[in-house]
């Protein structure tokens, strides 16, 4: 048989499209039919009613309807995925390698995710009394997040528009019609991702003093450095009220442990 791919590339959907939400014309329907039984009106009069008070920001509306859901999804979304590994030995020592690569991005607006992958394992004889072992592990995992897509999906308006007429985001009108954020202009003007590395080194010396009696010594080596980074823009969204706001976070953590035995 022919061999394996190295790598591949996959189109992500819904497994299960059954986030259906109220359109335009249902919210409506729903509203005046609120304001009908509340207040004893005809279909008419509650129409009436909702225009001249202004109930669910009706007059902010164009009376166009937005599918959010469709907005914000990412159709196709790919998926990238690449593993290389190789092997070889002989009587006196052996080595494995391999290094991976993963792609992912998100079938709504929001989360991508990058990774990529190492290992390296060899072992060596040394000679009849003397064996040598030693491996590396690393790996490097890049994430943002600052974009709720599903949150937005299950509340907001069909009524409110994510873009002006003249193309420009809106935020302004957007703010009296919802308490949600206008994903869009987050997605261009804020920044939120966290970055990871780690390493992870084994190497262990093993002598073989009698048949059944070895001494080995094991060396480990875990290095962890995260890099967190927080920037929300003082037009729109969480930065708002503060005019904006940023952060910048950077933790490293060693562990070294010996063991003799």
Do not use: C
């Not at 261009?188 to 991702?193: E, F």
């Not at 060396?219 to 969480?238: E, Q, S």
């Amino acid at each position: 048989p022919a061999p394996a791919a190295p790598g591949s590339r996959t189109a992500q959907n819904p497994a299960v499209d059954k986030l259906k939400m109220l359109s335009a014309d249902q919210r409506l329907i729903l509203l005046k039919e609120a304001i009908a039984n509340d207040f004893g009106l005809s279909k008419e009069e509650a129409l009436k009613r909702i225009k001249n008070d202004n109930i669910g920001n009706y007059n902010l509306w164009d009376g166009r309807g937005y599918n959010w859901e469709n907005l914000l999804r990412v159709k196709n979304a790919p998926l990238y995925v690449i593993n290389l590994s190789a092997t070889a030995g002989d009587d006196k020592s052996s080595f494995y390698t391999s290094i991976g690569y993963n792609k992912t991005s998100p079938i709504y607006l929001g989360v991508d995710f990058e990774r990529i992958n190492g290992v390296f394992n060899y072992t060596r004889k040394l000679s009849d009394l003397l064996s040598l072992e030693t491996s590396f592990n690393g790996s490097f995992i890049s994430s943002n997040m600052n974009i709720n897509s599903y949150g937005t999906i299950l509340s907001i308006s069909p009524w409110v528009k994510p873009y002006n007429s003249d193309g420009t985001y809106n935020i302004d009108k957007k703010k009296k019609m919802t308490q949600e954020k206008n994903l869009f202009y987050l997605k261009k003007n804020d920044v939120s991702w966290t970055k990871q590395i780690r390493g992870l080194i084994k190497t262990k010396l093993e002598y073989k003093i009698l048949e059944n009696l070895v001494f080995s010594t094991t060396l480990n080596l875990d290095y962890i450095f995260n890099d967190n980074k927080n920037y929300y823009n003082r037009h729109h969204g969480d930065g708002q009220q503060t005019r904006g706001k940023s952060h910048r976070e950077n933790l490293q953590n060693f562990t070294l442990t010996t063991i003799n035995q």
